[in-house]
């Protein structure tokens, strides 16, 4: 293995990479080998991104469709959180729940979440329903792993101090279990949350009349590569944002 | 009940397979209960077992969408493995670069972190803009879903060797080839199987969307239809095929993994 380079090579390679890929992007698009339309350089993406942010594209702006797009995304993830984290601690005290669920779970776990877009059309429209339980789908399966694992491998002995003041079931799952997993159930949220974003805008490139992924799919269909990219851009933003702040609340409960 | 206390007894195994067949057969009674017996749920929301036996005799055997079953199948299968087989191709060894030299790291990390955030789903558009509806455009988004995993573990792989066997390999004055083929490979092939397996799943989530948001074959594309027909048997039939079809990849690429690495599973 090679040795650590020295800080200022480390930080002139980094420059020099980052700069090559936009340099690499603005040549091509520049050459002219391929058609602006197709291609835009980078500043015609950031021209059009401060656009979008003034003007409406398809109905709204595009913080207007951030914020649906988030709004949905709370909904699925909060569902997936309120129901998967009490279901995996249940799941990791209670032997038949974990009988009965395991099973279910390993089932349904190669269904892809994308895959559940036309019941979800089908069933609950394409406005707010449709995709909300697109990125349950996505969201769930993390949170009550993580949630079970981290209720199975507490360790023993609390458990038995537990039991051993006549704690019952909802005390010992309410003051043990939950407090001793919540690393692992934070670990659990982050993935998840990654998952559901995903899946959010998987759900509204196909079913949804606002929102990032439908401001794509009209950016595509008006062959405007600009608006296409505006969009990944923003989803790229977004989701960053979103891993950054679980990653943090993942080193505050790490800590404690 | 019993609960949270000691290990699976031998006796618990069986329990455990017990309750799951108990499980399966209750919901199967249910599911006949709700749609036949009842009918609590309307045939336009979720079909009964003979509907959804008729579908897969129908897309079977007359077809759907414009083709069999086992079409559409084949036809999702070849884009993931084209996709997924083209990724590994140039991921891996970028990533055992990037893990081997520092330099190329500081040079191409920023690329990785500027693309990284973005979901493989979110390609689709672009994809479908420079290459239109076609098969090509489907590859090219399975090749990212399955690209930045991909280098990623390689790079993770060949940065867990032990540096002491890279050490001693040198001391004996192995040739680079040499180096490349009996130490950092073998080194790193569990993160990179790891990055795979991760990597598999997301190729099948995006070759779904993909079909779904166009194509003309494909398992997403019997979804995207059946969505279209309000025909709930049919999504049914798809989304087992799409299940079907992630377990018997899993299934390929676990073996490829014992077959590759015969001294972990010994």
Redesign the interface.
Known sequence: MNDHLPPRTFFLLTTVGFCAFFAVWALAAASGLVPQLFLPSPLAVAHTFGELTQRPFVGYTLQQHLASSFGRFGMGFGLAVAVGVPLGLAMGWFRWLDHIVTPLFDALRFVAPIAWVPFAALWFGTGIGGPVLVIFTGAFPPCVINTYRGARYVEQRYIEAARTLGAGSWLVITEVLLPASLPSVVAGLRISAGLGWQSLIGAELIVASSGIGYLMVKGQSNISTAIVMSGMIAIGIVGFAIDILLRALERYFQRR | ?????GGDSRN?AR??TA??VA??SA?AALWYWATVATQAISPA?FPNPAEVFSAARQISIDGYADSKLLGHFLHSCKLVLFGFAAAVAIGVPLGMLMG????AE??????FL?LR??????????A???LGLGDAAKVLVIWFAAFVPAVINSYAGV?S?E?YL?EAARTLGVPRGMLVREVLVPGALPLIFTGLRLSL?AC??TL??GE??GAIAGL?HV??Q??LD?Y?AM?VV??AS???A??LM?WALEWLEAYSMPWRSA
Do not use: E, K
Request: proline share 11%; no cysteine; hydrophobic share 55%.
């Open positions: 009940m019993a609960s949270g206390f618990g329990s455990r309750v799951g499980t399966f919901l929301f081997w030299s520092r330099r500081a040079l191409l990390n920023p690329t500027l955030p973005i979901p493989p789903l979110a390609w689709i558009p672009l479908i803009v420079w940065r060797i540096p890279i799943q099948w989530t779904v969307a779904l948001i997403g979804l995207y059946a969505g309000l709930p999504i798809g989304m799409v299940a079907v992630g377990v899993t």
